[in-house]
């Protein structure tokens, strides 16, 4: 059994008393409202969700919780009205559970667990109990975590005791319990340590993962300020500290539905017939120990590099180890294939991940029920990876199901398995060399991006905007990795079918494209490394027409929740580890203004003429040429004169960017720039101002003579 489980229950037994109290409700409404009577939970903003439904005091707690999150965390100009409309559903879900009896009678043993488990955890540190014992108790009258979690716990517990970093963590309610609890058992410099070890947790777990553990800070800045400790849990924490991932995302995918694994039991599952006999699934990379020992993806490959060797990003080697250790749980399905045709094998995972030594080869195992044995061939082809999580693919789960079941349907799944390459590094200060811009406004942008997820470069022409968005995903992921950034342009005639998937004529009818978008989310979900999805002319093409229903799923605290697709079968959702930065002329009359629905999903960065910055200085410098820097020093005196005129204004400055160039800076180059860039630029800024167009003209052209 498993701690998820019960949510898992409760949401559905919810959307059921919704279903028969709302009948008029639309299944799409009933799904929002019971994910928003979650938002508690899947943000993990309170220190117990449940404990929030025992009396009218924990409710309005629950609901000032909720705001303070949006406000700060989240960021939100609509705080306090999505405050209430997350309120009303989780007073309806009160309602619920006080028909079941109350919250504590229908939760169970799960609603204060975390006082067994400490417990148990106490009597191992004390030494009367052996770890062993302990874990064994745990297990026993706390089941809803595994033996491994169990494990943990009492590890956690003596870290907390003695004040050192621990790299695993418990949940908010587990931690915060452990540390107030040892300060009342212990002592207050107990506690210290303990609060003490979890910042060090926490400042780690940002560094690997890009995640502010919001919950367990605002519960340890509680616990401190109560006993007169001084020690900041503010944000202050993570200066100087760059994430090594950015997966700080507020809703996650729903982990208490049955997930579905395509497995291969070895190269050419030649370990089949021993799986099956022992009853396990079993994967190898031996060298790499215990897992669970690995508190991030990042951990992982760099004790791959270390053990195996090369510079290689490990992607589909990390990403199979993790998600064998971490994400696989009981009750998911196992189908076996081999080769790229075959299924050969169907089952249900039983047991929690294990670390067994005494084997030979493939260590890293659990246990598992196999239902089916045989041969089916599979008429699409199958994923080589070793472990491929195809939940997603509702069509190909199916597909492979009827298989088994006798039932016929006609679908694929993609194989994303890429070459290994490496990449020339790209640094902060690579950008600033390129970039013309101040390293604070750098900063500015890159926590925008990160925080937000959606950022706009908007500015006049010529300021570099498309320039710098490239640069700074490179900057972002550390090395120019061109596979993790993808460019795309919008026009008028760009739509959903484009971006996300249509049908598309063929020789013989119509057969289902999937669009852009939609390839590069499915890639960037296979890695725990940013990508970063370009759009140049963001303005010009029709954002709910391209986006459709995922327009919500852009949103930072939306990522990862998953929308059923208009033209497939299919559950899809935006990664938080896709980062979407848009460009728009600010110069561009011919547009319309963004509607309230694209401004607020998006953070938007002024980009402004950079002559000033000390980056073109240098490049004024290195090319040392007196009439260049006249028609520098010529061109601001025209952008004070646009900037001050009503009818233009700083979105419509000339941009430096005309004047940058690798060719050697000679007067007929200068001459070009003038005459075929900037006059013609001029007239269509004053298109009605003939003596101002031609007095600027000629001002020009004089400069450069």
Not at 55 to 65: I, N, P, V, W
Not at 439 to 462: C, F, H
Not at 528 to 555: H, V
Not at 646 to 670: K, Q, R
Request: hydrophobic residues 35%; charged residues 30%.
């Amino acid at each position: 059994m498993d701690i998820q489980e019960t949510i898992s229950r409760v949401r559905k037994e919810y959307k059921d008393y919704l279903r028969e109290k709302h009948p008029d409700w639309a299944e799409s409404s009933l799904s929002t409202h019971v994910s928003d009577a979650f938002y508690l939970y899947q943000n993990t903003i309170a220190l117990s969700f449940w404990k929030c439904f025992e009396s009218d005091e924990s409710m309005a707690a629950a609901k000032q919780d909720i705001l303070e999150y949006l406000k700060h965390d989240v960021m939100s100009e609509r705080a306090e009205e999505r405050t209430a409309g997350y309120f009303n559903d989780l007073k309806m879900l009160k309602e619920f559970l006080d028909t079941k009896g109350g919250v504590r009678a229908y939760v169970g043993p799960e609603y204060d667990c975390e006082v067994t488990v400490y417990k148990y955890a106490k009597m191992s540190y004390d030494g009367a109990l052996s770890s062993d014992d302990a874990v064994a108790a745990m297990c026993k009258e706390v089941p809803f975590f595994g033996e491994t979690s169990h494990k943990l716990m009492v590890m956690l517990f003596a870290s907390m005791m003695e004040g050192t970093r621990y790299t695993r963590r418990g949940n908010t309610e587990t931690t915060i319990y452990f540390i107030a609890h040892i300060g009342q058992d212990y002592g207050k410099d107990r506690m210290v340590n303990a609060l003490k070890a979890t910042h060090e947790n926490i400042t780690y777990y940002y560094e690997q993962t890009g995640n502010k553990s919001n919950s367990i800070r605002r519960g340890c800045t509680k616990v401190a300020k109560d006993n007169n400790i001084v020690m900041d849990f503010s944000e202050k924490m993570f200066e100087g500290i760059i994430p090594k991932e950015s997966s700080d995302t507020a809703l996650t995918v729903d982990d208490t539905a049955v997930r579905y694994w395509l497995y291969a039991a070895g190269d050419g599952s030649v370990n089949w017939e021993n799986d099956y006999d022992e009853g396990i699934m079993a994967i190898g990379w031996d060298d790499m120990g215990d897992l669970m020992q690995y508190s991030s993806k990042e951990e992982m490959r760099a004790k791959m590099r270390e053990v195996y060797g090369g510079t290689s990003s490990y992607k589909n080697q990390v990403h199979a180890t993790w998600q064998f250790a971490n994400d696989i749980k009981p009750g998911d399905i196992i189908f076996v294939k081999k080769g790229r045709k075959e299924i050969i094998g169907r089952g249900v995972v039983e047991g929690e991940y294990v670390y067994d030594p005494t084997r030979e080869h493939y260590r890293n195992t659990r246990t598992v029920r196999w239902t089916d044995k045989g041969l089916w061939e599979h008429s699409e082809q199958l994923a080589m990876k070793t472990l491929t999580d195809v939940t997603p693919y509702t069509d190909f789960v199916k597909k492979t199901q009827s298989l088994f079941d006798g039932e016929s349907t006609n679908v694929a799944i993609q194989d994303e398995d890429e070459e290994e390459r490496t990449y020339d590094p790209y640094t902060a200060d690579d950008f600033l060399h390129d970039v013309f811009m101040e390293e604070d406004r750098y900063n500015i942008l890159k926590a925008l991006l990160l925080t937000k997820k959606n950022v706009i470069l908007q500015g006049a022409p010529g300021v570099g905007k498309t320039f710098a968005a490239k640069r700074l995903a490179y900057s972002i992921m550390g090395e120019k990795d061109t596979n993790r950034v993808k460019m795309v342009q919008f026009h008028q005639s760009y739509s959903y079918e484009d971006f996300i998937m249509g049908f598309r004529p063929t020789e013989t009818g119509f057969e289902l494209k999937k669009g852009v978008f939609y390839e590069f989310c499915r890639k960037a979900a296979e890695d725990d490394r940013p990508y970063f999805f370009i759009i140049d002319e963001i303005n010009r093409g029709n954002l709910s027409k391209i986006f459709g229903e995922l327009f919500m799923l852009i949103e930072s605290d939306k990522r990862g929740v998953e929308l059923q697709l208009l033209y497939a079968d299919e559950q899809f959702s935006i990664p938080s580890n896709v980062y979407i930065i848009g460009m728009m002329n600010t110069a561009d009359r011919s547009l319309a203004m963004l509607d309230y629905a694209l401004r607020r999903r998006f953070a938007f960065f002024e980009m402004t003429p950079a002559f000033n910055s000390s980056g073109f200085r240098a490049y004024r410098a290195k090319i040392n040429n007196p009439k260049f820097d006249r028609l520098i020093a010529t061109v601001e005196q025209l952008n004070d004169v646009i900037a001050n005129d009503d009818s233009l204004g700083e979105g419509f400055c000339i941009g430096h960017s005309y004047f940058c160039t690798n060719a050697t800076v000679t007067d007929d180059w200068m001459k070009s720039v003038v005459e075929f860039e900037l006059i013609p630029l001029l007239k269509e800024y004053w298109f009605d101002e003939a003596a101002k167009v031609k007095d600027w003209s000629r001002t020009l052209r004089e400069v450069v003579k």
